[in-house]
């Protein structure tokens, strides 16, 4: 459970970083485009959030089969995102920072 | 390129959707297959706070008998096949090559060897459950030339998937882009996100259905190989039997087994599930040991393959050993195994199943999105692509839209209706489900061509909502087991059936209420933004 939580957690906070980094989602959350240097410091987490959601991947399965579960839970991260933007912006923004402080958290229990 | 992605899409998109939506239902072909047989579901149930059966100590006895009962009834048949331990319930099973062809098999009694004999219960309902699903999406019912069909139209599926990409120009920047309630834009969003976010998904599950019956679609190097005729059987003896010894003609008595099989279990680190004997009682005899996978092998190998070792019985050599997860016949073979079971979902457990049904989810959706996007801009502005006869055409696709997406989907849950609704016991009780099924598709065909576009809508999507809800009623009703008792004794394969089938009918009817708020022509904005609409994937296929 905590291998699909933690892969799906980083993978929606990820994709919904990676939004956020677009000047039309962000003008739905914030209301005005992104600075420069915001819409990089926002590309740059939802990369290093995808990246690390291969992880849990690997360590709760193996090589091959967490690559796959990966690639799906990256397409199911982006999809919540992409559902979630027109109805609840708002609710993008806090649930996907929760996702992410949850999941960066559950990482630890990898690390043995 | 985009009258290519057009009209190749436009022409599969019901088959495809038909293909996809029975697809995705397959992953959860076990779940399905318990849910239709509930009287084995409620047995199962009573005995499901049992203690495990003890470890099975008598093996080597088990051997000894199924050999005695091959001996004497099936002594001419040169493949004997045992499986000492079957799972569950530790039975003990001989099958062999029937010499007319074919399989044969009996399931012994593991203290005596006497053949069980299986009398048809009286209460039992046969039905072939979820396999329906998992034939119709590869074969249509239709054996070799549904096999042919349905490849060609996943060859389509691919051009289109391609041509889609190259069409989709704005790929990056509207990739999280879905603006709901705007009428033909948002169905272009809807299927641009569910396509472009799930492609490596499609693509994969595209690729992996043609490569599944690559000697099929592919059959010349075969051919090459083996020649025309009976090229095909010589193929997959060699694919599936790698160095078969031939027959010399001089007898040998057949060894103790059990000796093997533990030789065997040290070399793969598997328990023995099948022992094939080869040439019985010839002195070219080999015999094959085959593991069992457990649990945590499919959970971390996408190969399916079990371990095996076999050896020579007249000098008692290993010839052949395989680890849990190789292939015997090289990395093409392995290959071929990677791809099938990628296909299959088997592996990874059940988080993978639920990845494989959203993904394939999103698959039906892009289908039926694009089906439907093709009519809405149509009804914007008419193309008039096919001269006097455009309106026709028009109404044509119209009516195969609603047929094939609200009617296919109701053919479906009906096949689970007919399940409880058809007698027990009657002839040929499986076949009339299915028949049920492609009945009930024919109908909606039917209701579709009869009733106004946006009246068909509506009443099909209802007739589904109203099926789907009141699927846990019928099983009350039928069965007199419920959702809650479902849930209580964790029986979750029951409860999941019933609980996914009150998701999609609320679905079903929440897509019946927009299509009735819909204006008849289409407006430019829509009357009130809806809130609150369910946070599913599906819910980018109803909107309007």
Redesign the interface.
């Known amino acids: 459970m905590n291998v699909i939580l933690c892969a799906l957690g980083l993978s929606y906070a990820g994709m919904a970083s990676l939004s956020l980094a677009m000047d039309r989602h962000h003008g739905q959350v914030w209301g005005r485009d992104a600075a420069i240097n915001v819409r990089r410091a926002l590309q740059v987490a939802g990369a290093v959030l995808l990246a690390l959601a291969i992880w849990p991947c690997v360590a709760g399965w193996s090589a091959t089969v967490g690559f796959v579960a990966w690639v799906g839970f990256i397409s199911a991260g982006a999809l919540l995102v992409a559902l979630l933007l027109p109805y609840a912006p708002k609710l993008l923004l806090r649930s996907s920072l929760l996702a992410a402080v949850a999941a960066l958290a559950g990482l630890v229990t990898f690390l043995q | 390129m985009a009258w290519l992605h057009t009209w190749c899409g436009l022409w599969i998109s019901w088959l495809l959707f038909a293909i996809f939506l029975t697809g995705t239902l397959a992953v959860f072909d076990d779940p399905i297959g318990h849910w239709m047989t509930p009287e084995h579901a409620l047995e199962e149930a009573a005995h499901a706070n049992d203690p495990p059966p003890p470890k099975v100590t008598d093996r080597a006895n088990r051997l000894a008998l199924a050999l005695d009962f091959m001996e004497k009834e099936h002594p001419k048949a040169d493949m004997w096949e045992i499986w000492p331990v079957q799972r569950p319930g530790q039975g003990l099973s001989a099958y062999w090559f029937q010499p007319s062809g074919g399989y044969g098999s009996a399931e012994l009694n593991p203290l005596t060897g006497a053949l069980v004999e299986h009398v048809r219960e009286e209460n039992q309902r046969d039905t072939i459950g979820g396999h329906h699903f998992v034939d119709f999406h590869y074969e249509l019912h239709a054996g070799r030339i549904g096999v042919w069909i349905v490849g060609i139209t996943t060859m389509i599926m691919l051009v289109a998937l391609v041509s889609g990409v190259i069409t989709h120009k704005r790929i990056f920047?509207d990739?999280?882009?879905?603006?709901?309630a705007k009428g033909q834009r948002s169905w272009l969003d809807a299927h641009n996100?569910?396509a472009v976010?799930?492609l490596?998904?499609q693509f994969m599950i595209a690729y992996t259905g043609i490569a599944f019956f690559s000697d099929d679609y592919v059959p010349a190097p075969v051919v090459a190989q083996y020649g025309m005729e009976n090229g095909k059987k010589a193929f997959l003896s060699d694919w599936n039997d790698v160095g078969k010894p031939a027959r010399i003609g001089q007898a040998m008595a057949i060894p103790d087994l059990e000796s093997y099989a533990l030789r065997a279990e040290q070399a793969i680190h598997q328990e023995i599930r099948a022992v094939v004997l080869d040439n019985p009682n010839d002195a070219s005899m080999r015999v094959c040991m085959y593991g069992w996978n457990e649990e945590s092998d499919t959970?971390?190998?996408?190969s399916a393959n079990t371990g095996m070792a076999c050896y020579a019985l007249a000098t008692g050599e290993q010839i052949a050993v395989r680890q849990p997860g190789h292939a015997d016949s090289g990395p093409a073979g392995l290959t071929r195994i990677v791809m099938s079971n990628?296909h299959m979902a088997g592996?990874?457990g059940t988080?993978?199943r639920w990845?494989?049904f959203?993904?394939g989810l999103?698959g039906t959706a892009m289908m039926g999105t694009g089906a439907i996007l093709f009519m809405v801009k149509r009804r914007q502005r008419a193309g008039g692509e096919f001269g006097s006869a455009t309106e026709r055409v028009y109404r044509m696709i119209e009516c195969l839209n609603v047929a094939a997406i609200a009617g296919l989907a109701v053919a479906c849950v009906g096949y689970l209706w007919a399940n409880r609704l058809i007698p027990v016991g009657i002839e040929q009780r499986a076949g009339w489900e299915v028949r049920a099924f492609f009945g009930l598709w024919l109908l909606m065909l039917v209701h579709a061509c009869l009733r106004p576009e946006k009246r068909g809508w509506i009443e099909q999507l209802a007739l589904l909502a109203v099926l789907c809800v009141l699927l846990p009623i019928l099983n009350v009703l039928s069965t007199g087991d419920n959702l809650v008792a479902q849930i209580t004794r964790g029986d979750w394969e029951s409860a999941g059936v019933e609980l996914c089938s009150l998701a999609f009918g609320l679905l079903a009817a929440w897509g019946a209420w927009k299509v009735h708020k819909r204006k008849e022509k289409p407006a430019r904005k829509a009357a009130a933004k809806e809130?609150g609409?369910p946070?599913s994937?599906q819910?980018?296929m109803e909107g309007s």
């Open positions: 920047k990739f999280f882009t879905f603006r709901p996100a569910v976010m799930t490596p998904f959970l971390k190998r996408i990628l592996f990874g988080p993978i990845l494989y959203f993904c999103a809130r609409a946070a994937l819910t980018t």
